[in-house]
């Protein structure tokens, strides 16, 4: 049983139960969202879902890998391409709905990347894998179909990234308060990093490259939740916390603003 | 020859150019939310600078003005405006009974009057956005 198999398995679960913790307090918190928001944050909440439940059979799988049973490994790591194939779904569907505000149409065009998912899938299950290679870090497999490696690239990866980072600059070159441009711009970043590094993750044959992955993953789903949940000495730091005049009145009642209105002489 | 040709074209270009009178009363109002109630944030003085600015190198009549402005102004209302503010700053100028045309300082004001409304647009467009982000 390998250390660095152990930690890779930890860092996993991590992931999983943030996730799943984040898409949690999401939809606990749905009523509080406007009904604008709502399609958007449905998304978000199938996303984080999606991202949960590729990493809880990568955690077995690493487990499977550390204790030597090849066999649930594999299972595993097909089962884990189920939930991985489709997470740029809802991913377009919440960029292309904050941008164009078209329910109808971001779901048919989200629904094209069902399509893709499903090609990824067929030709990878279709063509199979090589593997596992178990190194001290962890299990890797090869993809063995350049097609589903390509529809992987091209439809899940580029695509999907192109459409964050242009949803990220159409933010950041507007002049909009500080508190506005955190709560907006930091839960893309997030993504983006959660989304990327999967992809790096599920794609690379390096075996310490796979683990700093899955450390970013586990970075980026922590950013994600300090983005909506910022803790209150952050908010201090950034100088974005919202303030309420109520705990600005002075105790005895009397305002500032009456004392100077009554020197203006008029 | 081609300068009539192309005076006529932009005449005919001019006359397509409506006012969206409700899309004008939305950005005043939006500039009013933000304070500045003259200028871009007065819907009188943006109706009449668009109909100035439309017929630009052409009298615009009076009634004309009115055609939009009626449903919210009284005549008296626009008359004093014309007069106080287009007239004294030199934005229009009066060239017969009832009928003005406006100056290069009026395009200069028009042009602004065009970039408020871009500016309203892209605001909300960004607010849209904003508020579709859960």
């Known amino acids: ?266 | 020859m081609m300068g009539q040709t192309l005076m006529m074209m932009k005449r005919l270009i001019s006359m397509y150019e409506d006012i969206d009178v409700m899309l004008e009363q939305q950005v005043a109002e939006f500039y009013q939310s933000l304070g500045i109630h003259q200028g871009p944030g007065d819907i009188q003085y943006r109706l009449i600078l668009k109909v100035l600015g439309k017929n630009e190198g052409r009298i615009t009549e009076f009634s004309e003005i009115r055609e939009y402005t009626d449903r919210l102004a009284d005549k008296g209302s626009i008359g004093s405006k014309m007069k106080t503010i287009f007239q004294l700053e030199g934005l229009a100028e009066k060239v017969k009974r009832g009928g003005y045309i406006i100056t290069d300082k009026g395009i200069t004001a028009s042009n602004f009057l065009k970039d408020t409304t871009a500016f309203y647009k892209k605001n909300k467009r960004m607010g849209e956005i904003i508020e579709r982000m859960p």
């Open chain 1, 1 to 266: 049983m390998s250390a660095g198999i152990l930690l890779n398995a930890t860092i996993c679960f991590a992931i999983t139960i943030s996730s799943f913790a984040f898409a949690w307090v999401l939809a606990r918190d749905g009523s509080e969202h406007n009904d604008k928001s709502k399609p958007a944050l449905w998304s978000l909440i199938v996303l984080w879902v999606l991202v949960g439940l590729t990493y809880l059979p990568t955690t077995v799988r690493m487990i499977a890998a550390s204790i030597g049973n090849q066999q649930l490994d594999l299972l595993m790591y097909y089962i884990a391409a189920v939930p991985f194939s489709f997470v740029s779904v809802p991913l377009v569907f919440f960029i292309l709905y904050v941008i164009i505000g078209d329910q109808r149409i971001s779901g048919y065009i989200s629904a094209l990347f069902v399509l893709f998912g499903a090609a990824y899938l067929a030709f990878f299950y279709s063509s199979g894998v090589i593997g596992p290679t178990i190194t001290p870090l962890t299990s890797l497999f090869t993809i063995n179909s350049d097609i589903a490696i390509n529809i992987y690239l091209i439809g899940l990866f580029v695509i999907p990234t192109a459409m964050i980072i242009g949803l990220l600059f159409l933010i950041l070159l507007q002049r909009m308060p500080k508190r506005l441009r955190y709560r907006t711009a930091l839960p893309l970043v997030a993504i983006s990093f959660v989304f990327d590094f999967m992809l790096t993750d599920m794609i690379t044959l390096e075996d310490t490259m796979q683990l700093a992955a899955r450390i970013f993953v586990l970075i980026g789903t922590v950013q994600a939740f300090l983005a909506y949940f910022p803790p209150m000495n952050l908010q201090e730091k950034l100088g974005i916390q919202k303030y309420e005049s109520s705990l600005y009145e002075k105790d005895d009642g009397t305002d500032f603003d009456d004392d100077e209105e009554a020197d203006i002489n008029v």
